[in-house]
Each structure stands twice: as C-alpha cells, then as structure tokens.
C-alpha cells in the first residue's frame, strides 16, 4: 500500500521538524516537503502533488488561509488540513470556507493527528471534537435569516453535540441509533454548507 505523502508549511522550523519526525516514525506517512510560508506551500503543492497538506495559518508572506484558498482554486482535489494554535470560532469558519478538510489545535494528540489525516486522505470529512464545539457555538449566535440554506436540520445538530462531548463517530451513531455512515455524510453536508455561506 503506497504511504500517504504529506506537505507541511509552517514557519516555525523546530515544529515543522518535530512534526517530520513524528509523521516519519509511522509506517504508512511520507513528508515530501516543508515549506516555510504560504507562497512556496502553492508553489509546493503545484510541484509535488501531496496526498494532504498541513497547514499553519498564521506565516508570512501569505497565511495559511489565504494559501488554503489559492490552492483550492487551483487544486480541487487538494486535501489540507489546518493545523494551528488560533482555535477561534472565526478562523475555523474561514478555513472551512476557504475549503480545508479538517481543522485541529497543534496540541492534538499525535495519534488523533494520524487519525486524521488518514480519514481525510479516505475522502471523510473529519470533524474534531473542538471543531464540533466552535460550530455548535457559531450557530447558536448566528441570525436564521441571515443564511437559511445553511440552518442545520436537528438530526444534524444531535451529531454535532454528541461530538462536542468528545463521542466517536461509532459512539454516535449507537447513541442516536442510526448507521455510521450516516453520521458521516450529515458530517460532510455540514461542512459543504458552510463553505456555501456568504461572508456575511
């Protein structure tokens, strides 16, 4: 089975390096390039042609949002997964607009990291525990007639509660007696409608 070939941009060397290591001393992951800003994380990508990229969001020249964005545009079929210590309901919202795949704080635990990326690198539309939580807390605040076509139906909404209390997507599914594959497809359709919504 071919590894899983990895892109890591971020400007701090000592944890791109530390993030190497770690990818490197599993089996199924190889680190084919690190890139120090979001300029060369684009011009990386375009030459490399990652199966995922992980992605730091504040660098210079150009962040990892705006990196995430120009990828995509180019690259639809790119995999990026935001890796950041900004957890901020507004920079995770944008990075699911901008087209990220998942969204995790740098203090995950590398096994969840793993997980992840190899559920992404799957097709799966991961959604983290903290994740779960921001988008519970951005609905909560949000105007309905601001962006209806993005209102979560409630079977939607049991999901995203049950995984803010840190439950596996198995766990759900028994929890609220419908099929794992269900729980992951409302996943993916929560996501989509958010990269939907208007700015506003």
Sequence with gaps: MPSIRVLLADDHALFRRGLASLLAAESDFE??????????????????????????????????????????????????VILTVCDGERTLFEAIRCGAEAYLPKMIDPQALYGTLRAVVRGEAPVSRLMATRLLEGFARRDPASAPATELTASEREVLEQLARGRSREEIAAALAIGEGTVKSQLKHILASLQLESRS
């Design 31 to 80: 680190v084919v390039g690190e890139a120090v800003d979001g300029q060369q994380a684009l011009e990386m990508v375009r030459e490399l042609m990652p199966d995922v990229i992980l992605m730091d969001v504040s660098m210079p020249v150009m962040d990892g949002l705006a990196a995430t964005r120009r990828i995509k545009a180019e690259m639809p079929y790119a995999r990026i």
